[in-house]
């Protein structure tokens, strides 16, 4: 078994202006982990997934990604070394079915050859409806995209950075705009995506619901991770509640 995270940021700084959006902070994603990244507004979260992502440049510190410094590469190249990010809305071809838009996912990344096309095509379907199965979605296999809920839609996304073989998926707040209910739905499915041996990360406000699913959690004020441990303890340490009073 190899230790080490899958991936680190390491002290990293971010300006913007006279800003420092960023100041110092270091979070690790681990493969088998589900890591969250809480804090109040303003505190870098985004901007911090921005810079892992690459969309972003840091003004300082480094990433590293399998031992690898990555901190110059561009998006494109991280995305295919297996960095996923998930997006708020996904975008998904309405009138196809759930299943075709989670094999579009892979084929986005690699076309199969004409001669391989028909094994591809099946081994590809059998991968992607595992990846529903996991996300809880798979009874909804045959249905178009376009009749899926906002909730479902980030399960269909989720399952499509699956079969993309994402080895990080960093998403940004997954939890917005869901109900109690199917927010807590959408933690199952990342803690179940991240017992595959994924490295899940997401920085989140949701933290009342997100608390029971997490492995590991960063706090983050002003730019800088001020606490840092198993999520039970750092939601309980006082440096997180006087940073939420003093808002
Ligand atoms: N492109 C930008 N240009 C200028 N300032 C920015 C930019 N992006 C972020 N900032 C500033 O950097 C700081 C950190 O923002 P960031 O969005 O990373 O925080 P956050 O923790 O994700 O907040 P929220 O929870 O509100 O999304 C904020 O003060 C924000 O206004």
Redesign the pocket.
């Known amino acids: 078994m190899k230790s080490g995270p899958l991936l680190k940021a390491e002290r990293i700084v971010k300006s913007?202006g006279g800003?420092r959006?960023l100041d110092g902070a270091t979070v690790e994603v681990r493969a088998g982990f589900f890591t969250l990244v809480a804090?109040p507004?303003?505190?870098?979260?985004?901007?911090l997934i921005n810079v892992i992502t690459g969309v972003l440049r840091q003004d300082g510190g480094r990433i590293f990604y399998k031992g690898r410094d990555i901190s110059h590469t561009a998006p494109f190249e991280r995305r295919r070394l297996g960095i996923v990010r998930t997006f708020q809305t996904p975008r998904v071809a309405q009138r196809l079915s759930v299943l075709d838009n989670v094999i579009m996912g892979v084929l986005q990344r690699e076309t199969p050859k004409w001669w391989g096309w028909r094994e591809a095509e099946r081994k590809l379907a059998d991968k992607a409806y595992e990846a529903l199965k996991l996300v809880n979605l798979a009874h909804m296999w045959d249905r178009p995209a376009g009749e899926l809920s906002g909730g479902q839609l980030k399960l269909l996304e989720l399952a499509r950075a699956l079969v993309a073989e994402a080895e990080v998926i960093l998403l940004d707040e997954p939890g917005a705009g869901l109900n109690p209910a199917l927010a807590r739905e959408l933690f199952a499915a990342l803690r179940a995506v991240a017992q595959r041996g994924v490295g899940v990360m997401a920085?989140e406000?949701r933290l009342d619901i997100a608390l029971d699913y997490v492995d590991y959690a960063y706090f983050?004020h002003e730019g800088k991770v001020v606490v840092e441990g198993a999520p039970s303890e750092v939601f309980r340490h006082p440096l997180v509640a006087e940073v939420y009073l003093g808002q």
């Open positions: 913007f800003l959006a804090g507004n303003g505190s870098g979260k985004t901007t920085v406000h983050m």
